[in-house]
């Protein structure tokens, strides 16, 4: 007697299962560790500003962090603010990166699900002029598995210092040298003065916001992104 072939929809409900068991439960572990190591960056920003604070004198130097929210934390270096932010989703790395060609990725494909932490930077005078168009700019992703295996990509050192997740886990003292290159990265990272194009013509709302804050859009590049500072995306 033949066997009875599986009902398709029990078939279909055992992927299903499959699927809820080990990918939305290791996406959840990854996101929920990512909270507590966001914290962890948290106190490593607090605590660098803090220290800053400690041995600069000039009250002319912004030195400040505020949260905002669970998420997110500004951090107020001289004249920039840097903007560090958890994303709340978990994403896996695209098919066509060549990670997957290594043996960590291969043996396991779970390490391929990362949590991120953006940092972006913009001018401190856009936040407190509220000057809604100015533009900040992405200068690092750190990627972050279910094992606190990492990498960043990012702008400068923060972008080839920390290549190597296989052998890179994130440790608090990690965590406080990445605080630490973000903010070199920001204050290092010039104004430049714009083509005179730019500002040949303006319109007479934009000539009466000068006076009151100085709403001309601006950024750290003051709205042009050079060609040079455009990094591979993983």
Same mark, same amino acid.
């Given at each position: ?136 700019? /992405? ?18 050192? /923060? ?31 010039? /104004? ?43």
């Amino acid at each position: 007697m033949a066997e009875t072939e599986e009902n398709p929809l029990e078939e279909n409900r055992k992927q299903l299962l499959d699927l809820l068991l080990h990918k939305s439960s290791l996406k959840q572990d990854i996101a929920d560790d990512c909270e507590k190591v966001f914290d962890l960056f948290k106190v490593a920003i607090k605590k660098e500003i803090e220290e800053l604070q400690r041995i600069i004198n000039d009250q002319r130097v912004r030195l400040s962090f505020h949260e905002k929210g669970k998420f997110e934390i500004h951090a107020y270096v001289g004249s920039d603010v840097l903007v560090f932010n958890l994303h709340n989703n978990v994403f896996r790395l695209p098919e066509y990166n060549p990670l997957w060609g290594t043996s960590y990725f291969n043996s396991d494909e779970n390490n391929g699900y990362f949590g991120i932490i953006h940092t972006f930077n913009f001018l401190a005078e856009s936040f407190e002029q509220n000057r809604i168009d100015d533009r900040g700019y /992405l200068i690092s992703r750190i990627f972050l598995n279910k094992d606190r295996h990492f990498m960043v990509e990012g702008k400068g050192q /923060l972008g080839t210092y920390f290549r190597d997740p296989q052998n890179m886990l994130l440790t608090e003292d990690v965590l406080k040298i990445i605080v630490q290159m973000s903010f070199a990265h920001a204050l290092e990272f010039d /104004l430049y003065i714009p083509p005179f194009e730019f500002l040949e013509e303006i319109s007479v709302a934009q000539i009466q916001s000068i006076g009151e804050s100085l709403k001309l859009q601006t950024g750290k590049r003051l709205g042009f992104k050079m060609r040079a500072d455009d990094t591979e995306i993983f």
